[in-house]
């Protein structure tokens, strides 16, 4: 029976969940810039959806080339956004309203999204926060939901930045890769499969 998923497309998605990780850790850890996710989200789809098919030496048909295309883009992009959004609500739910001397010292507050609100309210009240009002945050029950709503919205847009990228890593691939020669195996087949991954044609 014709396998769906190339053994390549596989691999890819492991090689994507590792992406994953570093994409995250580093943009919300180290340097600790959130929109930076959404920024790479895209080009990081692309390129795995392009090397999920390049691994597999997959150009036709074409229904296969994009379903490696995505299932690379979605084990990546799934993977992206739990892991964006359990460090988002890590720091929501780990929060024990810690703040130094020129930031006005610590809060009072019990750990949590409490300390979280409070934090919001101060910024929203020199200018530098969102109006929480506007969004119907009137208290830390209100709060608490609208970060979990904020949190699994922008898991939806990682997971689908990163799939709809991948797609077109996927087709870029396919429309820029030989076709097979009479008598060769065409592009995705056991022969080029095996060729590919010892680096001879």
Do not use: H
């Amino acid at each position: 029976m014709t396998r769906v998923i190339d053994r390549g497309a596989i691999f890819a998605g492991w090689v994507g969940l590792g992406m994953a990780v570093v994409i995250a850790l580093s943009f919300e850890l180290i340097i600790a810039v959130q929109s930076l996710v959404f920024l790479v989200a895209l080009p990081a789809g692309m390129l795995i959806g392009f090397y999920a098919d390049a691994r597999s030496a997959r150009r036709r048909p074409w229904w296969r080339v994009l379903v490696n295309a995505l299932y690379a883009g979605l084990l990546t992009g799934i993977s992206l956004a739990v892991l964006y959004v359990a460090l988002r609500l890590l720091f929501v739910y780990a929060d024990t309203g810690y703040r130094d001397a020129t930031q006005g010292g610590p809060l009072v507050c019990s750990t949590g999204p409490q300390c979280t609100y409070l934090r919001y309210l101060d910024q929203a009240a020199k200018g530098l926060g969102p109006d929480l009002a506007a969004a119907g945050v009137t208290d830390v029950a209100t709060f608490e939901r609208y970060v979990i709503q904020e949190q699994l919205s922008g898991g939806l847009i990682l997971t689908g930045l990163v799939a709809g990228g991948a797609l077109l890593g996927g087709a870029l691939y396919g429309v820029a890769g030989p076709t097979a020669k009479a008598g060769e195996p065409g592009p995705g087949e056991p022969g080029q499969e095996a060729a590919a991954a010892t680096g001879t044609s």
